[in-house]
């Protein structure tokens, strides 16, 4: 473990990419923009993932595995897809390398260019639809409910680890209809397994809303959203879930015959998480030590340290703690027993709060005389001296406290920092000063939303669902409105 | 479910692509060569992959995840690596596509030129090891045990689905040793993992054997297989793990300072299994009725048909079975409930039976009557009837009885067909008649090995492990010989 992390308060933006570099979560490649996931951050990914697919097929959804490339001619089959995709996908041109004449290495092989250019998929709903034509025909082959966990790459100019890369995994359903009532019970109820998600495992409270017209997916006819708030008061788009109407379906001439046998066009939806999500557990819950994880994701739970001189006193030491690491681990409780011989404790202490294990249970001479061991919880930092008898307990408990109490400590945050403007100064001076979701009223065009993001980086998160109605005035134009929507400066 | 898949003894290769597609496990995309896997397929695929997750674990390793596209010079590093990957890769060229000027759709921005083009992975060596180079300082980082599940692109001109597409899915494990034993002793501890798994998993015997210069990976010393025999006596590769050597760890300067401060190449090794392996359970089980699936790896392994007219009779059966159901999925038996309306039970049978589900369960009015239910097993197709009472253990035992007795059939017919022959014409009549594997003495030469694939089609499989040593000639050239391969025509 190097040691140096910059403080949040300081620079929260160099705090972050050193805490993803140093607790060895992931690092930059050779190709630019694209990252490598090392094995500690992977294995919170691995957790993320078990979590979400469960929850997937828990409301009856499927994996299944679609091309990673595409025709580029599918793009432009809906209008609004290829507008918002063409300007950043990577175009496979060729398959086939040669050697350089010269001997210098390989060369593109000229006589090896595809007669249609391929993309690699920034999203799939093309390739899928264009599949879901052939997979249906009749009302009884619906609702189709697929996902599928993969790759996809945006070519990205500005990028940061996990928040933004060329390059990134995730999970993209996608699902056929019947009838609109349920492909847009559909696209609500993903939204709430994010939600769930979010909150239970993440321990990330987030705000669901549908977004505006301008913010929308290239394709659909709603977008919704969850949206989490940082610890330096931006907000991040954790998860978005569309409804997109019959636009695929008309694009890829997708219809079913129904029980009246009459033949109509399928509805559909769209609902994805990426390794983004890293980025929001990352920097919602870390401090200037290093990362603090909700033991729900954390890949080890507990972690023991021995503080011993010698050999007999390791193995003193390792005859009363190994059962109750046994134990533990029979529980589903994630447990590592770091006898590293080289290391001296402190350096291992501060090795695992900078990785985030949320318990770490030290014993050394004094407490194995007295039956007792140290628990040091990482989100509170607080240290209690507990009795062996019963230390199993008690960890099941902690672990379940410091669950609840990230998610509180978050949630205190986030709704301290959701504030009322009723001027355009007010929203200013809201967010240059204290930052977080602003609360305003807004006249419901694109030009005055493009207008403020323009002057305050500020962008409408969303408008939250069940939104409470209040008769208003537009922050920048003073036109009339209905309803507050959410600002804020986003990740 | 559609009828009318051709028998294996008329046509095993159109028996194959059809068994595949009505069976609901793949289908060819518009893209050329590349697949959609479908949800029933991918559930088997993903009960290979958490069993073969779970082994890699097992023995110590991390999972990771490395950039999709690698910069074309990083191919050239390794000399053999280049010269085998380069006749087959997909090649980015641009980032991004633009409108038409004549509106017809998008087109390739030549503004958006790539300064070196990329290549989509055909494997990941190259992207590893140059990013080993950072992670690797010490014998303390050593050994680096880490596998990546990924996609990967080979551009085969003649595809078929899973034995040979140009996406496939893999995992490749890369790992890095302070000394060549311990390298070698990675390779084969893969080697045996990936023999565990076909043999107690899939029920698919194999021959564990070391390739030929000629078959070895581009880039490794050594290549180790695992070679599995298909029913029409064709053969399959279906893992290989390679050593090595030093070779990566020279082409990508990765050194290590050894306990005594020496600065050493790092040892390496790499080793993957793919959706290859789908083909190998498809094709060396299946009957002229669809898949037969060993009960570890059937995503649905129990299916229950109730045979009823009219509500009152379904209810009766259900109340009387779905306790059974709920008992066996206690025990971590996957069981489906098959109460489609609209279908037949004649219908559903075929259709269970084209799927591979190993035990049906059907229960009528008169096993109603009588306490009872018919068990049919998809393996031997045998049918019997049962008592109630106890049926939770019955069908438990039916499971063990079938994975055993899928994997002796395949072992029977296996060790029937490898046959010695000590002639030229002895082996072509084996290869023309028979088939399967020919045991056979052979000069050691790339030469005389080249010669026999152009006259016969057929291929060293491998040089089985622990290979007994004796005195022969070479069948074709003559030449003294100190120990027989395996040859055969091959997938």
Same mark, same amino acid.
């Given at each position: 473990?190097?040691?140096?992390?910059?403080?949040? #308060?300081?620079?929260?933006?160099?705090?972050?990419?050193?805490?993803?570099?140093?607790?060895?979560?992931?690092?930059?490649?050779?190709?630019?923009?694209?990252?490598?996931?090392?094995?500690?951050?992977?294995?919170?990914?691995?957790?993320?993932?078990?979590?979400?697919?469960k929850?997937?097929?828990?409301?009856?959804? %499927?994996?299944?595995? =679609?091309?990673?490339?595409?025709?580029?001619?599918?793009?432009?089959?809906?209008?609004?897809?290829?507008?918002?995709?063409?300007?950043?996908?990577?175009?496979?041109?060729?398959?086939?390398?040669?050697?350089?004449?010269?001997?210098?290495?390989?060369?593109?092989?000229?006589?090896? &260019?595809?007669?249609?250019?391929?993309?690699?998929?920034?999203? %799939?709903?093309?390739?899928?639809?264009? !599949?879901?034509?052939?997979?249906i025909?009749?009302?009884?082959?619906?609702?189709?409910?697929?996902?599928?966990?993969?790759?996809?790459?945006?070519?990205?100019?500005?990028?940061?680890?996990?928040?933004? !890369?060329?390059?990134?995994?995730?999970?993209?359903g996608h699902?056929?209809?019947? !009838?609109?009532?349920?492909?847009?019970?559909?696209?609500?109820?993903?939204?709430?397994?994010?939600?769930?998600f979010?909150?239970?495992?993440?321990?990330?409270?987030?705000?669901?809303?549908?977004?505006?017209?301008?913010e929308?997916?290239?394709?659909?006819?709603?977008?919704?959203?969850?949206? *989490?708030?940082?610890?330096?008061?931006?907000?991040?788009?954790?998860?978005? %879930?569309?409804?997109?109407?019959?636009?695929? *379906?008309?694009?890829?001439?997708v219809?079913? %015959?129904?029980?009246?046998?009459?033949?109509?066009?399928?509805?559909?939806?769209?609902?994805?998480?990426?390794?983004?999500?890293? #980025?929001?557990?990352?920097?919602?819950?870390?401090?200037?030590?290093?990362?603090?994880?909700?033991? &729900?994701?954390?890949?080890?739970?507990?972690?023991?340290?021995?503080?011993? &001189? #010698?050999?007999?006193?390791?193995?003193?030491i390792?005859?009363?703690?190994?059962?109750?690491? @046994?134990?533990?681990q029979?529980?589903?409780?994630?447990?590592?027993?770091?006898?590293r011989?080289?290391?001296?404790?402190?350096?291992?202490?501060?090795?695992?709060?900078? @990785?985030?294990?949320?318990?770490?249970?030290?014993? #050394?001479q004094?407490?194995?005389?007295?039956?007792?061991?140290?628990?040091?919880?990482?989100? !509170?930092?607080? @240290?209690?001296?507990?009795?062996?008898?019963?230390?199993?307990? /008690?960890?099941?408990?902690?672990?379940?406290?410091?669950?609840?109490?990230i998610?509180?400590?978050?949630?205190?945050?986030?709704?301290?920092?959701?504030?009322?403007?009723? /001027? =355009?100064?007010? =929203?200013?001076?809201?967010?240059?000063? @204290?930052?977080?979701?602003?609360?305003?009223?807004?006249?419901?065009?694109?030009?005055?939303e493009?207008?403020?993001?323009?002057?305050? &980086?500020?962008?409408?998160?969303?408008?939250?669902?069940?939104?409470?109605?209040?008769?208003?005035?537009?922050?920048?134009?003073?036109?009339?409105?209905?309803?507050?929507?959410?600002?804020?400066?986003?990740?």
């Open positions: 473990m190097a040691k140096g992390l910059p403080k949040r #308060g300081d620079d929260h933006s160099a705090w972050y990419n050193e805490l993803v570099k140093k607790a060895d979560l992931a690092e930059n490649s050779a190709v630019r923009g694209c990252m490598v996931i090392k094995p500690y951050g992977y294995a919170i990914w691995e957790k993320m993932q078990q979590t979400l697919d929850m997937f097929k828990d409301t009856g959804h %499927s994996n299944a595995y =679609f091309p990673l490339l595409i025709p580029k001619s599918y793009l432009s089959k809906e209008a609004d897809h290829v507008d918002g995709f063409a300007k950043e996908c990577a175009v496979v041109t060729h398959y086939r390398l040669k050697n350089a004449e010269d001997g210098s290495g390989v060369v593109v092989d000229p006589e090896a &260019k595809l007669d249609e250019e391929l993309i690699v998929r920034p999203t %799939s709903e093309t390739v899928i639809w264009s !599949t879901y034509k052939n997979w025909q009749s009302y009884r082959d619906l609702p189709l409910l697929v996902n599928q966990w993969a790759n996809v790459m945006r070519w990205e100019m500005r990028t940061r680890l996990f928040l933004r !890369t060329s390059e990134f995994l995730w999970q993209e699902t056929a209809h019947a !009838t609109e009532r349920e492909a847009i019970a559909e696209t609500k109820q993903m939204l709430e397994v994010y939600a769930d979010a909150e239970n495992f993440m321990g990330v409270p987030v705000v669901k809303g549908v977004k505006t017209a301008n929308r997916f290239a394709g659909a006819v709603d977008t919704f959203c969850i949206e *989490a708030m940082m610890q330096d008061g931006k907000a991040l788009q954790a998860g978005t %879930s569309h409804f997109l109407g019959q636009n695929f *379906a008309k694009a890829f001439d219809k079913f %015959s129904d029980k009246d046998n009459k033949l109509e066009h399928v509805w559909g939806t769209s609902w994805g998480v990426s390794t983004r999500l890293m #980025g929001a557990l990352i920097m919602a819950h870390s401090d200037d030590e290093g990362l603090v994880l909700p033991p &729900k994701l954390a890949p080890i739970q507990v972690v023991i340290v021995p503080i011993y &001189k #010698g050999e007999d006193q390791l193995e003193a390792a005859e009363k703690i190994k059962p109750i690491q @046994k134990e533990l029979k529980l589903g409780v994630s447990v590592k027993f770091d006898d011989d080289s290391l001296r404790p402190g350096f291992k202490f501060a090795d695992w709060e900078l @990785k985030g294990v949320p318990v770490r249970i030290a014993m #050394g004094r407490d194995l005389e007295n039956g007792t061991v140290e628990i040091a919880r990482r989100d !509170t930092k607080e @240290k209690n001296t507990y009795q062996l008898d019963g230390i199993v307990e /008690t960890v099941q408990q902690l672990l379940e406290d410091i669950q609840e109490n998610f509180k400590k978050a949630l205190d945050y986030r709704d301290t920092h959701i504030t009322k403007a009723d /001027t =355009f100064d007010e =929203f200013k001076d809201l967010l240059e000063n @204290k930052g977080g979701f602003i609360s305003a009223h807004w006249d419901g065009t694109t030009e005055t493009e207008k403020i993001k323009e002057l305050t &980086k500020a962008t409408i998160r969303c408008i939250p669902l069940n939104n409470e109605q209040e008769e208003g005035k537009c922050i920048y134009t003073g036109n009339p409105s209905t309803q507050r929507v959410l600002f804020a400066k986003a990740y």
